[in-house]
């Protein structure tokens, strides 16, 4: 392809998302400066950031999208790995055993939501097994587990999907690798411990820095999974947005367009970060690796 | 002796230790595909009250609300595949091109790469407000090709992705064979590549297709509750505590990712399968 040719072909991609994409972000940073009010003249100001850096529901909100997405993160990066070794020897059955274990995967945030609430919900399925063990007396008995302070359902419903994907990840990353690394530090001397510690986790440190960047992104910007599971107070930013954005008070629409431009900056710059952590990381090895070859 | 005994471990160690791991394995298969069969249940169940773990009487009609003409949920099924439809359609036609040009090394690439991949990953909410907005001011809100427009931000990312794939592992060789035994253009196109590109481009507009499928707040903001799909129409039947129907239309909504995967599972190249494993995520 000529260079022309090229920039022909990469166009209607690149309008599309600098109108799309590009086009929505603008509006919603013109609406957060007050230049697209829905009654009386247009301004620019800061007022809406100003009021709602003094609204105490921000930073509530702040604090409990941190939480979701740090416990989710954490909980999905250690199914991962937990379930990569697990699953990766050779066994019988593995790829029926893979493919009831990644029922997830196809499954969309939506309905992982709505499986929480059936699964975890007051009068759900292990409340009723709780009470067919004797533990739980009534519905008002189960401890809150959707709808609670914690988001517990929220962490539950992202830490089963995320966690799978994790897990084919990390499964992927270590077919690339091989084993001829770990068979190394083994006929070395090293213990199983080891092994995991200074071979094998070293080696997917990248695509576990990676896949944590992704699933913390989503987590803190990703609407449906609060929507449904979540609580009035605290709520996640996403929600929160959504309800300042269609309150019955219109000016408030400014507001909600600074709490989404929030959101996608926060999430893209731990996206940047992981890709300049990650690009460190190598160049860190191969300067190594440089030393230790003359 | 010596020798007796490492035999005597090495046997040991190839029955016992196999067999706890494989415990293990099926336990966590269990726990990680179980949360799937209540909504089997549920979309069957006809009176299932507290605290019985299992319908004490069956019934068809979740499913037959489904299936109704005039129901909301067949005409939530219409828009679904609509918006969808669309959405791939138009994303596989940008992205044909696009995917070319992106299998090539030149210059600036992965710049490019980056942006075309970047609007996948931030989160939507400000785009689709702003969207809302912007196709308030003209006229187009509450439409199908509005809300299928707005479904592009996520799906043309992973469809360039996966058809630059397609066409990065295209060898020249075949091209310049055929141009060797005197192929013109459009025929070396149309029985050269074309075959060869069709199971990957194939792949591309279904990932599209869902990634479109399972949008939710896309929809919600800017269809303006004119264009209901099947997530916002579960979520209106988990509001309103129609648990069976809530369970059916679920049914529905997963059916096309799931045979997708199963169709594909063993087929997928292993780069396509990091991409349709982050679609799938990032897709919801």
Known sequence: MTRVGRAIALAPALLVIAVLFG?????????????????????????????????????????????????????????????????????????VALALFGVALPVPYAVAAVLVTLGLGQSGLVARIGNALGLIGSPA??????????????????????GVFMAFVLLGAMRRTGTLAEEAARTLGAGRWQRLRHVTL????????????????????????????????????????????????LARRDEAAAVGLLIAFVAAAVLLLAVG?????????????????P | MTHVRLRIRSVSGATQAPSRAALLRWMVVLLFAAPIVPLLLWSVADVWRWPSLWPSTWSAS??????????????????????????????????????????????GRSAVRALVVGPALVPPIAVAMGLQTAFARVGLVDTIPAVAASHLVPT??????????????????????ARSLG???????????????????????????????SQYLFT???????????????????????HARAAAIACVFIAPPMLLLALLGRSLAEDDLAVGASAAEAGG
Do not use: C, N
């Not at chain 1, 609670?148 to 962490?155: A, M, R, S």
């Open chain 2, 62 to 107: 979740a499913w037959q609300s489904v299936l109704d003409p005039g129901g909301r949920a067949l005409s939530a099924l219409t828009d679904s595949l609509a918006v969808s439809g669309l959405s791939a359609l138009v994303s596989m036609a940008i992205a044909l091109p696009a995917g070319r040009a992106l299998a090539e090394p030149w210059r």
């Open chain 2, 220 to 242: 919600l903001l800017v269809g303006g509750g004119r264009v209901v799909t099947l997530p916002l129409q579960l979520y209106a039947y988990v509001g309103a505590g129609e």
């Open chain 1, 23 to 95: 086009g929505g972000l603008w509006m919603a940073a013109l609406q957060s400066v007050g230049r697209l009010p829905m009654t009386g003249p247009s301004t620019t100001s800061l007022d809406a950031y100003r009021t709602l850096v003094g609204r105490p529901e921000l930073w509530a909100s702040v604090r409990f999208s941190l939480w979701i997405a740090l416990a989710s993160t954490a909980v999905a990066a250690a199914i991962g790995v937990g379930a990569a070794l697990l699953f990766r020897p050779r066994f019988r059955a593995r790829r």
């Open chain 2, 156 to 177: 043309l990312p992973y469809a360039t992705l996966l058809t630059a794939a397609a066409f990065g592992r295209l060898s020249p060789a075949w091209d310049d064979l």
């Open chain 1, 202 to 249: 070293p080696a997917l440190a990248p695509s576990l820095g990676a896949g944590s960047a992704l699933v913390f992104a989503f987590a803190f910007g990703s609407f449906e999974v609060p929507f449904l599971l979540g609580r009035r107070l605290p709520q996640a930013l996403p929600v929160l947005a959504w309800r300042s954005f269609v309150d019955i008070d």
């Open chain 1, 141 to 162: 008995a189960m401890p809150a587990l959707t709808q609670d302070p914690y988001g517990f359902g929220i962490i539950v419903a992202y830490g089963w999907k995320a």
């Open chain 2, 183 to 213: 192929a013109g253009r459009w025929s070396r196109w149309w029985r050269v590549t074309a075959p060869m590109l069709a199971p990957t481009i194939g792949l591309a507009t279904s990932f599209a297709f869902l990634v479109s499928w």
């Open chain 1, 277 to 293: 952590g990650s690009r460190l990381v190598v160049a860190h090895r191969a300067g190594a690796l440089r030393r230790a070859i």
